[in-house]
Every structure is written in structure tokens, then in C-alpha cells.
């Protein structure tokens, strides 16, 4: 799974990386986040990429609350296409996460060690998402977002069973803007296509990220 994340690039470098038109203010760098708060968000409008802050845990549009969101923060991308919460969500609302290291906790023999994964030239990347737009009781419209997960490459499978769907840069528009029919057979070729994730390293930090209100450089500092 992907149960925390960084982003610690400004708001000018994130524009330049991935290419937005269209920006919303109110952004900082993040060493730490956890699900339910919020963050930057990709999208595809009319061709072009947009960012949006949404809320980590996708809340559904059938929704009758707001509480589900907490319990999916990340989808499997075996059964995306299938799953109710978010079948509806992957033909018509994928985004990209912008992130430059994910955590990840590796069982050792004195307990569970945080791992901060990360690509090899420290550079961010995107997580293949998807979003959605809920309105509450009160008439708030609400977007949020869950991550794809997948089998980990080589160089993370010791550590933990799943990791995030990190898409080559080449498959950023792919993703946003692909998938065209929705039978089975078209679907099955779009997620393969997806295959052939780019290469990561990873390195122990502190367990000052398994409380999310630490959110400081300590938080990504190697131990």
C-alpha cells in the first residue's frame, strides 16, 4: 500500500516538472503526508493538465458521508476497472500524484523500520490516482483522490508486498488521457501498457513519520 508520501519541491518547480496550465494557490512543501489532508492533484482538462489541492481518501459521488475516504486511500490496480468505489472514477477522473519519495515500513526482527523510497536522482514523479467530486449536505464540493498500488519492482519488493503505480514520464498523458473504450479487452491493454515502472532506491529514516503532525526536514533525513 502507500500510506504516506512527500512533496518537497515548491510550487515553481511543480508547474515546471508536470506541465500545468491551470494553478491553485495555497500550496507548501510537505515532508509527511498522511491520508485525509490534502494535496496537490494532476488532472486532464480539454487536453491540457490542471492542478487541483484535493483530500487523500476518495470519497465516491454515490457517498453518504464523508468518512469513507479514510479507508480508500489507494486502489489495486488489479481490480480497478471492477470495483464499485472506483470503477467510475478510473474511466473518467485518473490523475497523476506528484510526489519525490514515498514511505514504506519494512518488518524487522526489533520491530517495524521506516524505509523512504525514492528514485535514484532524487527527482519527483507521479503516482498514477484517481479523483472524484462528492458534495456534502451542505452543498460543499468536495474533490479527493486515491493512489494506485502494484507488485513491487525488484529493488522494494523486501520491503513491503505492494508499492504505488509510478509512471515513467512518457506515460503521464497516457494515463490522463488513454483510455478511450470501456470493454474488458481495452481496459486489459490500457493497464498493460502501464508496465515497466522506473527504477527506485530506498534508505531508513526516522520513525518520526509514523506520527503524521511531524511534517519537517527531519522526516526524510537517512538514519
Same mark, same amino acid.
Given at each position: 500500500?502507500?500510506?504516506?508520501?512527500?512533496?518537497?519541491?515548491?510550487?515553481? !518547480?511543480?508547474?515546471?516538472?508536470?506541465?500545468?496550465?491551470?494553478?491553485?494557490?495555497?500550496?507548501?512543501? @510537505?515532508? =509527511?503526508?498522511?491520508?485525509?489532508?490534502?494535496?496537490?492533484?494532476?488532472?486532464?482538462?480539454?487536453? =491540457?493538465?490542471?492542478?487541483?489541492?484535493?483530500?487523500?481518501?476518495?470519497?465516491?459521488?454515490?457517498? !453518504?458521508? &464523508? *468518512?469513507?475516504?479514510? @479507508?480508500?486511500?489507494?486502489?489495486?490496480?488489479?481490480?480497478?476497472?471492477?470495483?464499485?468505489?472506483?470503477?467510475?472514477?478510473?474511466? @473518467? $477522473?485518473?490523475? /497523476?500524484?506528484?510526489?519525490?519519495?514515498?514511505?514504506?515500513? !519494512?518488518?524487522?526482527?526489533?520491530? &517495524?523500520?521506516?524505509?523512504?523510497?525514492?528514485?535514484?536522482?532524487?527527482?519527483?514523479?507521479?503516482?498514477?490516482?484517481?479523483?472524484? !467530486?462528492?458534495?456534502?449536505?451542505?452543498? =460543499?464540493?468536495? %474533490? *479527493?483522490?486515491?493512489?494506485?498500488?502494484?507488485?513491487?519492482?525488484? *529493488?522494494? &519488493?523486501?520491503?513491503?508486498? $505492494?508499492?504505488? /503505480?509510478?509512471? =515513467?514520464?512518457?506515460?503521464?498523458?497516457?494515463?490522463?488521457?488513454?483510455?478511450?473504450?470501456?470493454?474488458?479487452?481495452?481496459?486489459?491493454?490500457?493497464?498493460?501498457? %502501464?508496465? *515497466?515502472?522506473?527504477? %527506485?532506491?530506498?534508505?531508513?529514516?526516522?520513525?518520526?513519520?509514523?506520527?503524521?503532525?511531524?511534517?519537517?526536514?527531519?522526516?526524510?533525513?537517512?538514519?
Amino acid at each position: 500500500m502507500c500510506g504516506r508520501y512527500s512533496l518537497i519541491i515548491g510550487m515553481e !518547480q511543480l508547474v515546471k516538472r508536470f506541465g500545468i496550465d491551470g494553478v491553485e494557490n495555497g500550496w507548501i512543501p @510537505r515532508y =509527511n503526508v498522511a491520508p485525509t489532508q490534502t494535496m496537490p492533484v494532476v488532472i486532464g482538462h480539454d487536453g =491540457n493538465r490542471e492542478l487541483r489541492i484535493m483530500y487523500w481518501g476518495l470519497i465516491p459521488f454515490w457517498a !453518504q458521508d &464523508k *468518512s469513507i475516504g479514510s @479507508r480508500l486511500i489507494n486502489a489495486r490496480v488489479e481490480t480497478v476497472a471492477e470495483k464499485p468505489a472506483f470503477k467510475h472514477a478510473f474511466r @473518467r $477522473r485518473r490523475c /497523476l500524484i506528484p510526489a519525490d519519495g514515498y514511505y514504506e515500513w !519494512q518488518k524487522t526482527e526489533a520491530g &517495524k523500520q521506516p524505509m523512504r523510497i525514492v528514485r535514484p536522482d532524487n527527482e519527483p514523479f507521479a503516482m498514477a490516482g484517481l479523483w472524484e !467530486q462528492w458534495q456534502d449536505p451542505a452543498g =460543499n464540493l468536495i %474533490l *479527493s483522490y486515491t493512489i494506485l498500488t502494484t507488485t513491487p519492482t525488484a *529493488s522494494v &519488493k523486501y520491503i513491503h508486498s $505492494r508499492m504505488p /503505480l509510478i509512471l =515513467n514520464p512518457e506515460q503521464e498523458d497516457y494515463w490522463l488521457f488513454g483510455l478511450r473504450g470501456t470493454s474488458s479487452v481495452e481496459i486489459d491493454a490500457f493497464l498493460r501498457n %502501464l508496465s *515497466s515502472p522506473p527504477d %527506485l532506491t530506498s534508505y531508513p529514516v526516522s520513525t518520526r513519520v509514523n506520527n503524521p503532525r511531524n511534517d519537517d526536514p527531519l522526516c526524510i533525513l537517512p538514519v
